[in-house]
Each structure stands twice: as structure tokens, then as C-alpha cells.
């Protein structure tokens, strides 16, 4: 890798460089594929979010129309 400060190039498990003597901080970078995916995945989750709400209102939906169909057959049967 390289020194953040001077640039120069130094050992992958070096703590200071030794050029300059900063200190290494390893920050993990993220790649823009792994960023994208990242993004990707996350709007999937906005996505089905969403889906199940849709979802779930038809049921509701279903629900009473079947407890109105329900009281409906009680009331021809009384
Ligand atoms: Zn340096």
C-alpha cells in the first residue's frame, strides 16, 4: 500500500511509513462494485418493503369481504 501522507510505498502490515513516519491508518475502501452492490441491495429492501405493504392491503381487503360474506350466509341461514 501506500503512505496517505507522502505517498511513498510502503510494507501492507507497516504501522508508520518509513518514509515520513506517519502513522498508517488502514481504512477499509470500499470498491465502487461492492458500493454498487451495497446500494443495490439496499433499494431491494426499499423494494420489498414496499411489495409486502401492497401485499398485505389486498388481504385486508380479502378479510372483509369474507367476514361480509360470512355475516351475509348468517343472516340467509337465520
Ligand atoms: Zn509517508
Not at 35 to 45: A, G, I, L, M, P
Request: charged share 30%; with cysteine.
Amino acid at each position: 500500500m501506500y503512505c496517505r501522507k507522502c505517498g511513498a510505498k510502503i510494507d501492507d502490515h507497516a504501522q508508520f511509513c518509513e518514509h515520513c513516519g506517519t502513522e498508517v491508518v488502514i481504512v477499509p475502501q470500499k470498491s465502487y462494485a461492492q458500493k454498487y452492490q451495497e446500494q443495490k441491495r439496499q433499494k431491494n429492501h426499499k423494494i420489498n418493503k414496499t411489495k409486502r405493504n401492497k401485499n398485505n392491503k389486498p388481504n385486508i381487503k380479502m378479510l372483509k369481504i369474507l367476514i361480509l360474506e360470512l355475516l351475509y350466509l348468517q343472516r340467509l341461514f337465520h
